[in-house]
Every structure is written in structure tokens, then in C-alpha cells.
């Protein structure tokens, strides 16, 4: 049996958008340029290698970024894991999004899963806030 809408446990949220310029993640360099990628990469593999540490960036993301997450979080169709992981690596170290997905493929399968539990978190949690300030 699958379940419609009307019987899952979570509440919809209303898909927002925001301007490129209110972006938090700009400032952040996430869409920029690697001026070290090599160093970049390195580091971005130890961090997001570290699931407790790259998690608790994104639970930072998710409580600092508002424009950011509401744009980027609120619509379900698009990778909301990968996104909130590289907004952590641009807020611990305005480190580019291409160099973590570069860095993404050198985790194992194990280091890939414990990331994206930290990411459903970080997630679970900003959803969680924006019930709240619906309610």
C-alpha cells in the first residue's frame, strides 16, 4: 500500500524562493572558485569524511542560512542532502561545492551514508523549525 500525501506524518511545506543575492552561500564561496584546489580537496575530504564534525556544520547551516535553506531546502525534488553538505564545507571553509563533489567520490560507501544520516538530520531539523513558525 502506498501513502498519499494525506497520511504521512510530516507537513507540507510551501516551496520558497529568494534571489541569488540573499543567498548566504554566496558570501560563502560556494559557487566560486578553488584559488588551492589541491589543498581544498584534501580538506574536504578529511571534513566530510568526519561525520560528527560535517554534521554539526550543517545543523549550522540549517540554523544561520535562512534565505539559503528556505530556498534550497523547501523544494523536495532537488538533492537537499548534497546541497546542505556542501553549504557545510562552504561555511567551515568557503570551500567550492564542484571541489566537494570531487571529494564526495573518495568517501567510502560507509563515510557516504554516516554523512547522509547527518544530513537527513540538519534537514529533519530546519523542517522542523519551519513548522514551528507556520504554526
Given at each position: 500500500?502506498?501513502?498519499?500525501?494525506?497520511?504521512?506524518?510530516?507537513?507540507?511545506?510551501?516551496?520558497i524562493f529568494h534571489p541569488y543575492w540573499?543567498?548566504?552561500?554566496?558570501?560563502?564561496?560556494?559557487?566560486?572558485?578553488?584559488?588551492?584546489?589541491?589543498?581544498?580537496?584534501?580538506w574536504a575530504i578529511g571534513f566530510t569524511g568526519d561525520a560528527e564534525l560535517y554534521g554539526s556544520y550543517m545543523v549550522r547551516v540549517a540554523?544561520?542560512?535562512?534565505?539559503?535553506?528556505?530556498h534550497n531546502l523547501s523544494g523536495k525534488?532537488?538533492?537537499?542532502?548534497?546541497?546542505?553538505g556542501h553549504?557545510?564545507?562552504?561555511?567551515?571553509?568557503?570551500?567550492?561545492?564542484?571541489v566537494v563533489r570531487e571529494a564526495w567520490g573518495h568517501l567510502s560507501e560507509e563515510q557516504q551514508r554516516?554523512?547522509?544520516?547527518?544530513?537527513?538530520?540538519?534537514?529533519e531539523q530546519w523542517e522542523g523549525a519551519q513548522c514551528q513558525r507556520e504554526d
Open positions: 500500500m502506498t501513502k498519499n500525501s494525506t497520511e504521512t506524518s510530516k507537513p507540507l511545506i510551501k516551496r540573499l543567498w548566504e552561500e554566496v558570501a560563502f564561496n560556494m559557487w566560486g572558485k578553488s584559488h588551492d584546489r589541491v589543498g581544498q580537496l584534501a540554523e544561520e542560512w535562512k534565505y539559503s535553506c528556505e525534488w532537488q538533492n537537499r542532502q548534497a546541497w546542505i553549504a557545510a564545507c562552504a561555511l567551515a571553509s568557503k570551500c567550492p561545492e564542484d554516516a554523512a547522509n544520516a547527518q544530513a537527513d538530520i540538519a534537514i
